[in-house]
């Protein structure tokens, strides 16, 4: 029974994983045409739209998208009402939040872009209200633990993005709009074919009153501001201070070295967008002995998969980094300390599920709030000299702080035996490793080392690579049969 549900799990993930692994192939394609096209200071430019949407969204989302996923599963729930509940105040709030913006665009887009006018104005009003319906279309996708149509919908937009950049890129020349019009095109020709397949599936679904007040979602969501807000901080503090403390052009290449980060990141969208609905599904329907030993179980897998990730990536980046073009090579230096972050945000995502399941966001507030702290004055002492190898080096220590802290107060909340050893010796055997891969200009003794140290890992967690390969031959099995 239990091998059945493990099974399950796996196939449902891997409905949500192979379209985010189509995706990172179509990234491999767009990311060295993209830095092909832009120079380092165009490209460090995109990277300051991306992170200038963001802040905007996550004001306006009102932590709603939380809630929907908190009280989706909930007995006595219209789920068309909740849709509505969740959808329509952080529309009215990005409306305004989008004219205000036109009236201070003048200064906005002067700061983050060097450049002004209705041809930058454009695409970021499309993008976050754009964003708006896409969040709440695609949770309701996730919720419904749809995977095959979530994959085949990022396959979708990934394909639309790179022809629109291709398009764009074509009318317009090297230009950092190029990018900032493709992520607009391509979001907007997505969240109109979920709408309508929402509108039409829904067609006969009446909004009626349920349990869940409007008061209380909002109740519930409001406190996932400040954390989103100091969650995008930590993500975004380093771009700042590089091009604060140095110019678009370096910036460009962190933010290169950032898009490497895709292998990892592709693996963490994929997790969340599974993890969220089946913790929350487990919480809801299962004992507590059971809830516990399925988190405690997934953790030690989970944990020992994302390391060999981060290793095999760090082995690996002297191969990657070719593709991005010889304006880009620097990002080498910058990928070891980096890798951390993606890695430690898919744990932090199974770790941190206490707070979720009991609404104290404010845990998670102090946790990020001693990791601003502390990236900020990683950021200030380490950035000016060291540039974007300063700043790998200060989100990653950011990071465990940050991991560590939310884990700890996730536990006050909702407490689960993690085994914690097996992953602590895999961490530091990494951030050896990490130090010499910065340090060192030789790649091939450098990948050698990195072999060595990932056999010891493996050893490390030599029960959980033993279950894991013992279950992946059943499963073959089952299906070749």
Not at 39 to 53: L, P
Not at 172 to 188: C, E, H, P, Q, W
Not at 274 to 286: C, D, G, I, R
Not at 316 to 321: K, S
């Amino acid at each position: 029974m239990e091998t059945e549900k493990k099974e399950g799990l796996l196939s449902s993930f891997i409905k949500y994983f192979y379209g985010n692994f189509v995706v990172l192939l179509l990234g491999l394609v767009q990311l060295p045409l993209t830095t092909r096209l832009l120079a380092t200071q165009e490209y460090g430019k995109t990277t300051m739209f991306t992170t200038a949407v963001t802040v905007i969204y996550i004001f306006a989302i009102l932590g709603l998208d939380q809630a929907y996923i908190r009280y989706y599963y909930k007995d006595g729930v219209n789920r068309k009402t909740l849709f509505v509940q969740c959808l329509v105040p952080p529309l009215v709030l990005i409306i305004i939040f989008a004219v205000i913006y036109c009236f201070f665009s003048g200064t906005f887009n002067a700061f983050l872009f060097g450049a002004t006018g209705i041809s930058v104005i454009i695409p970021v009003v499309v993008y976050t209200i754009t964003s708006v319906f896409e969040r709440f279309l695609f949770l309701n996708i996730r919720m419904d633990q749809n995977g095959v149509l979530y994959s085949n919908l990022n396959i979708l937009s990934k394909v639309l993005n790179v022809s629109f950049i291709i398009l764009f890129a074509y009318l317009m020349g090297s230009d950092f709009r190029v990018v900032m019009y493709a992520m607009s095109g391509s979001l907007l020709v997505v969240t109109l074919i979920i709408g309508i397949r929402y509108a039409f599936i829904t067609r006969k679904d009446k909004i009626t009153r349920h349990d869940v007040s409007q008061k209380e979602l909002l109740r519930y969501g409001i406190p996932f501001i400040p954390m989103l807000l100091m969650e995008w901080l930590l993500s975004s503090m380093d771009k700042w201070s590089i091009k604060i403390f140095n110019d678009f052009s370096e910036t460009g290449i962190y933010g290169s070295a950032m898009q490497i980060m895709t292998i990892i990141l592709t693996l963490k969208i994929t997790f969340v967008a599974f993890w969220s609905p089946v913790a929350m599904e487990k919480y809801e329907s299962s004992s507590e002995e059971e809830c516990r030993a399925f988190f405690t179980d997934m953790f030690d897998k989970v944990q020992f998969l994302c390391m060999c990730v981060a290793f095999l990536l760090t082995i690996f980046r002297g191969v990657i980094v070719l593709i991005l073009g010889k304006d880009y090579r620097d990002a080498i230096s910058i990928i070891p300390f980096l890798t951390l972050m993606p890695v430690l945000s898919i744990l932090f995502e199974m770790t941190g599920q206490g707070v979720k399941f009991t609404g104290k966001i404010k845990y998670f507030n102090y946790a990020s709030f001693a990791a601003i702290i502390c990236n900020l004055i990683g950021n200030t002492l380490l950035v000016p000299r060291y540039r974007g190898v300063g700043a790998a080096l200060a989100t990653a220590v950011t990071y465990m702080v940050y991991f560590a802290l939310g884990t700890y107060f996730a536990f006050k909340c909702y407490p689960v035996r993690y085994r914690m050893r097996e992953f602590i010796l895999s961490l530091v055997v990494y951030c050896i490793y990490a130090v010499y891969a910065t340090l060192t200009s030789d790649r091939v003794l450098s990948a050698l080392i990195g072999l060595i140290l990932l056999a010891v890992c493996c050893c490390v967690n030599r029960k959980t690579l033993k279950e894991l390969i013992s279950f992946l031959m059943t499963f073959i099995k089952k299906r070749r049969y």
